[in-house]
């Protein structure tokens, strides 16, 4: 069993900035591909990115190529989001996930998930 517990939500106006991390409790932390997901209110919950075990690959939703980034620190069994030039549509709650196996944008796909992060940005 992995638990990951997520940090670093909050509220920034529309342009700043935010970082999201989540530490995973695994001592094979580096099998594990990672990923965030979000769900805004009364909306279905979408990909947002994911890295390999090895943080070699990654890949974006559209909506968040070139401004949000994700990486990873297998010493320290945490994957961070770096969430740049956001937007008010970008508000939602986020959640970290894992999944025994390669990185992927399915959600059904993803083994563990934290219990999430609220990100609201204003205009």
């Known amino acids: 069993q992995v638990q990951l517990v997520e940090s670093g939500g909050g509220l920034a106006q529309a342009g700043g900035s935010l970082r999201l991390s989540c530490a995973a409790s695994?001592?094979?932390?580096?099998?594990?591909?990672m990923g965030w997901f979000r769900q805004a209110p009364g909306k279905e919950r979408e990909f947002v990115a994911t890295?390999?075990?090895?943080?070699?690959?990654?890949y974006y939703a559209d909506s968040v190529k070139g401004r949000f980034t994700i990486s990873r620190d297998n010493a320290k069994n945490t994957v961070t989001l770096q969430m740049n030039s956001l937007k008010p549509v970008d508000t939602a709650v986020y959640y970290c996930?894992?999944?025994?196996?390669?990185?992927?944008?399915?959600?059904?796909?993803?083994?563990?998930w934290g219990q999430g992060t609220q990100v609201t940005v204003s205009s």
């Open positions: 695994t001592q094979t932390f580096g099998r594990y591909a």
């Open positions: 890295i390999s075990g090895s943080g070699y690959y990654t």
């Open positions: 996930v894992a999944n025994w196996g390669g990185a992927s944008i399915v959600e059904n796909d993803y083994d563990y």
